[in-house]
Antibody, heavy 120, light 109 residues
Framework: VQLLESGGGLVQPGGSLRLSCVASGIRVIDYAMSWVRQAPGRGLEWVSAISSSSTKTHYVDSVKGRFTISRDDSRNTLHLQMNSLRAEDTALYYC??????????????WGQGILVTVSS | EIVLTQSPGTLSLSPGERATLSCRASLSVSSNFLAWYQHKPGQAPRLLIYGASTRATGIPDRFSGSGSGTDYTLTISRLEPEDFAVYYCQQYGNSPSSTFGGGTKVEIK
């Protein structure tokens, strides 16, 4: 199983970025998938999750209304659309495969992470 | 929301020694839905333990998890050089959110 994130970079406050995570070795349609982030010098923070059927999504309060998680099953890819970005969104973002089809679950495979920096 | 507090923040030990890491929850973790991860710089976090005490696939038996309710422990029976890393606990399956502890760094003494 490999999860490869892309789409990170430097963006100004108020700007937008779209993260992508291409999976190999699994079908993302079969599992719930999540994004977890780690701000510089901080611990891990679960950000968002989507069910295998894409009918259920979940977000941490700090990103509700700004971030949208989605999946493209034909491309075996997970996305995170991030709008109205703030300095406190600066972090390494990890794509995570849930061990089961449950939103708030533990992850058994993680990507290497992609850096998002929000700064003027 | 369940807050997880890990202690100590840093553990300085020598290879071959035993490491005992603590994770305390602000509320009881239902069904012992508690996981542990190992995280090394520049690498993806690695799942070690889930369900408080079940080792993930391929994890050596020197890693063990225990606990229930609000108090959980990760024990590394004999530290190998590759075990020096940051360890995180995570509670899952409990609304409104999944949360992680702040981490314990196990460093070489």
């Amino acid at each position: 199983v490999q999860l490869l994130e892309s789409g990170g970079g430097l963006v100004q406050p108020g700007g937008s970025l779209r993260l992508s995570c291409v999976a190999s070795g699994i079908r993302v349609i079969d599992y719930a998938m999540s994004w977890v982030r780690q701000a510089p010098g901080r611990g891990l923070e679960w950000v968002s999750a989507i069910s295998s059927s894409s009918t259920k999504t979940h977000y941490v309060d700090s990103v509700k209304g700004r971030f949208t998680i989605s999946r493209d099953d034909s491309r075996n890819t997970l996305h995170l659309q991030m709008n109205s970005l703030r300095a406190e969104d600066t972090a390494l973002y990890y794509c995570v495969k849930s061990a089961a089809n449950a939103l708030l679950w533990f992850g058994d495979f993680w990507g290497q992470g992609i850096l998002v920096t929000v700064s003027s | 929301e369940i807050v997880l507090t890990q202690s100590p923040g840093t553990l300085s030990l020598s290879p071959g020694e035993r490491a005992t890491l603590s994770c305390r929850a602000s509320l009881s973790v239902s069904s012992n839905f508690l996981a542990w991860y190992q995280h090394k710089p520049g690498q993806a976090p690695r799942l070690l333990i889930y369900g408080a005490s079940t080792r993930a696939t391929g994890i050596p038996d020197r890693f063990s998890g225990s606990g229930s309710g609000t108090d959980y422990t990760l024990t590394i029976s004999r530290l190998e050089p590759e075990d020096f890393a940051v360890y995180y606990c995570q509670q899952y399956g409990n609304s409104p959110s999944s949360t992680f502890g702040g981490g314990t760094k196990v460093e070489i003494k």
